[in-house]
T-cell receptor, first 113, second 117 residues
Framework: AQSVSQHNHHVILSEAASLELGCNYS??????LFWYVQYPGQHLQLLLK??????LVKGIKGFEAEFIKSKFSFNLRKPSVQWSDTAEYFC???????????FGGGTRLMVKP | GAVVSQHPSRVICKSGTSVKIECRSL??????MFWYRQFPKQSLMLMAT?????????EQGVEKDKFLINHASLTLSTLTVTSAHPEDSSFYIC?????????????FGPGTRLTVT
């Protein structure tokens, strides 16, 4: 069975600070990796995804993530956060068997203006 | 991108009654839909996978007689919470898999907040 862990539950940053949110997964086979964002009062939206190819993936709103297979990690980064990035961020994994997405526990990011 | 809607967005019901939540894919046909439950300040937990024209597949620990799922058409899946109790109060989210794309992606609905009094 696949599992996902996000180490940072709450992160508080000032505007313009750099962001890195950790995501580690456990699965023995080929994985598809996702980061979703949930802004306050809104539904989940896809930030970026990795399926194959270049392990550095660029998503919307200046976010990027790097898949490091040897570390089973898919950390999310943004060089300079904005107040509007305040949201909850979820890492998710889909294994090569079936359609099921497994979500990490989420990281609540607060950006102070 | 593809759009998924849910109805209602909020519902309050009395203990012992049943509540039906609808999930619709608006601009694509979804052979597979998923139902999640999200507790306050927690992540999404997959409850079941809904396949059009066949029985849903429930995750371990989810009571299939309590959470009835029907995927009667390629654009509609329903979740019925039967004999609801206060502990069933939660945020229920559906997602739908768009088979048209080259990659396997799920699109999420806006969620339904259920409060059982």
């Amino acid at each position: 069975a696949q599992s996902v862990s996000q180490h940072n539950h709450h992160v508080i940053l000032s505007e313009a600070a750099s962001l890195e949110l950790g995501c580690n997964y456990s699965y023995g086979g080929t994985v598809n990796l996702f980061w979703y964002v949930q802004y306050p009062g809104q539904h989940l939206q896809l930030l970026l995804k990795y399926f194959s190819g270049d392990p550095l993936v660029k998503g919307i709103k200046g976010f990027e993530a790097e898949f490091i297979k040897s570390k089973f990690s898919f950390n999310l980064r943004k060089p300079s956060v904005q107040w509007s990035d305040t949201a909850e961020y979820f890492c998710a994994v889909k294994g090569d068997a079936g359609n099921m997405l497994t979500f990490g526990g989420g990281t609540r990011l607060m950006v102070k203006p | 991108g593809a759009v998924v809607s849910q109805h209602p967005s909020r519902v309050i019901c009395k203990s012992g009654t049943s509540v039906k939540i609808e999930c619709r894919s608006l601009d694509f046909q979804a052979t597979t839909m998923f139902w999640y439950r999200q507790f306050p300040k927690q992540s999404l937990m997959l409850m079941a996978t809904s396949n059009e024209g066949s029985k849903a597949t429930y995750e371990q620990g989810v009571e299939k007689d309590k959470f009835l799922i029907n995927h009667a058409s390629l654009t509609l899946s329903t979740l019925t919470v039967t004999s609801a109790h206060p502990e069933d109060s939660s945020f229920y989210i559906c997602s739908a898999r768009d088979p048209r794309g080259s990659v396997d992606e799920q699109y999420f609905g806006p969620g339904t907040r259920l409060t059982v009094t």
